[in-house]
């Protein structure tokens, strides 16, 4: 199952151990959980295959059982370290390779600017207690034998808030960090985790009793249409029902919301970025404050249905699920808290599922049927700015042009946000997106492809009947204007 359900083996063991976590929080054993679940993927006699015996992997497996529990309460941030699995990544920096001659010019010792580099035995060597990583001596080395080797994380993180503690572990620097989950996906060795509140949003359905205390909705973001590959749309969303949610409803529906909203307030104000993307939002409070007074004004896709669902039934309970670890910041912020209760990634409700003992592929079809065409598209680069385009047609604004800017990852947002900063950029209206190709490359997706941009937009022209103003408008019988 692991090859048709997810990218890589360490996904693979952290839906093992969130699914282990689950059974006992149905069970009301947690407090066995870190003796249990790291023995039950990994039972005596077994053979090591990840690290040097068994019992470092289960110590190991004890971490990331503290991760799917909530992780470290002391740091708020939502990405973390398990230092103890952070041990095999060479050390960044620049190396020599077998490429070296040892030529007579030794050009990389005369341009180091610290005295790092000496030639020895006719083989150039770098002394890292002095190099700064300047990278003078690869720029003028003949034979291009110096090259920089970065750690996963470091690579993957393009805010630069991963860096090495003297003990060289990773390190990151929640003062740069926005979230996005990048270095979760890329390193190799699953060293670096997103907290989970799996057991925070098991709690709110069992203290529901099968929605009669409350009820408890369920808001998909339309990247679900990509995730699953092993079922049909129609049986995830039988299965959250079967999960007991009371409702299932499209955050795409909250993107209808907020793309006439937004609409409305770019040609009042002249110039805006977008606020659908909680790791984008962040970047630029940390990274470009005299911007910040430029952000839309409307909530995110999540927290506009969150409000929405709360205007109608102030009871209710509300969890996002969706492909984004930076969700997991957002619903906690003041603004949003009142309107979202908790956060899954699709990876957490595979291995809910499974906890559950649901065979999605058994279970008859039910209806997803809330958003339009342009609010399913969301999920992917360019589709907030189609949104937008339509909803002025919609609306018949036409005293103003939309000039978007289409940011596909957080280096685009940073080249854009620039421009804007100096007056320099040919456009209105910053669309943001911190993961490559938008939500459906989150780094909380069971599967990141190619075909996963297609499969949003098929799932999009199953609701090109609507426009934007009827979907915002009839759901619930009640119009968003009439919160």
Not at 26 to 44: F, G, H, M
Request: net charge negative; charged share 25%; glycine share 8%.
């Amino acid at each position: 199952m692991n090859g048709r359900i997810f990218d890589t083996r360490v996904q693979w063991l952290k839906y093992k151990v969130l699914k282990e976590v689950a059974k006992h929080a149905y069970a009301d054993t947690l407090q066995d959980a870190y003796r249990e679940i790291p023995k039950a993927i990994i039972p005596d006699g077994a053979k090591a295959t990840m690290r040097c015996c068994i019992y470092k992997e289960r110590a190991v497996l004890g971490e990331r059982v503290h991760s799917a529990l909530g992780g470290d309460p002391e740091n708020p941030n939502v990405i973390q370290v398990l230092d103890i699995a952070c041990d095999e990544c060479p050390v960044s920096g620049y190396t020599v390779g077998p490429d070296c001659r040892g030529c007579i010019a030794h050009r990389c010792e005369e341009v180091c600017p610290r005295g790092a580099i000496t030639v020895e035995g006719q083989h150039a060597q770098i002394d890292h207690s002095k190099c700064v990583g300047c990278g003078k001596c690869a720029s003028v080395c003949p034979y291009n034998a110096i090259s920089k080797h970065t750690r996963p994380c470091e690579n993957a993180c393009k805010v630069n808030a991963i860096h090495m503690n003297e003990e060289k572990k990773a390190e990151i620097d929640n003062g740069k960090c926005i979230s996005c989950g990048s270095c979760v996906y890329m390193c190799p060795f699953g060293a670096i985790v997103d907290r989970s509140f799996i057991v925070d949003v098991i709690k709110l359905l069992r203290a529901s009793k099968n929605n009669r205390n409350y009820k408890v909705y369920a808001v998909v973001a339309p990247s679900v249409s990509s995730q699953f590959n092993y079922a049909k749309l129609g049986q995830v969303i039988s299965g959250l029902k079967t999960l007991g949610f009371y409702n299932v409803i499209e955050a795409a529906l909250g993107a209808d919301m907020v793309s006439l909203s937004e609409s409305r307030e770019l040609a009042e104000r002249g110039f805006l970025t977008s606020s659908c993307c909680p790791a984008f939002v962040d970047y630029i409070k940390k990274n470009f404050p005299a911007m910040t007074d430029k952000i839309s004004s409307n909530l995110s896709p999540m927290g506009a249905v969150g409000k929405f669902v709360k205007a109608t039934d102030p009871e209710a309970k509300v969890v996002f699920i969706g492909p984004c670890t930076a969700k997991k910041m957002e619903f906690q912020l003041p603004e949003v808290s009142p309107y979202v209760d908790g956060v899954l990634t699709f990876e957490e409700l595979h291995a809910l599922f499974e906890a559950c003992e649901i065979d999605l592929t058994a279970l008859e079809e039910d209806v997803l049927d809330n958003a339009s065409y342009y609010g399913r598209i969301f999920a992917r680069s360019g589709g907030l700015s189609d949104a937008v385009a339509q909803a002025f047609r919609e609306q018949d604004i036409k005293d103003f042009e939309a000039k978007p800017v289409v940011c596909n990852g957080i280096e685009e947002c940073k080249l854009a946000l620039l421009k804007a900063s100096r007056n320099l950029l040919p456009g209105n209206f910053i669309e943001g997106m911190a993961c490559i190709n938008g939500c459906i490359g989150g780094a909380g997706c069971l599967t990141h492809g190619p075909k996963d941009k297609n499969e949003v937009d098929e799932y999009g022209r199953l609701a090109l009947e609507k426009t934007i103003e009827s979907a915002a408008g009839i759901t619930f019988g009640v119009s968003p204007e009439k919160e």
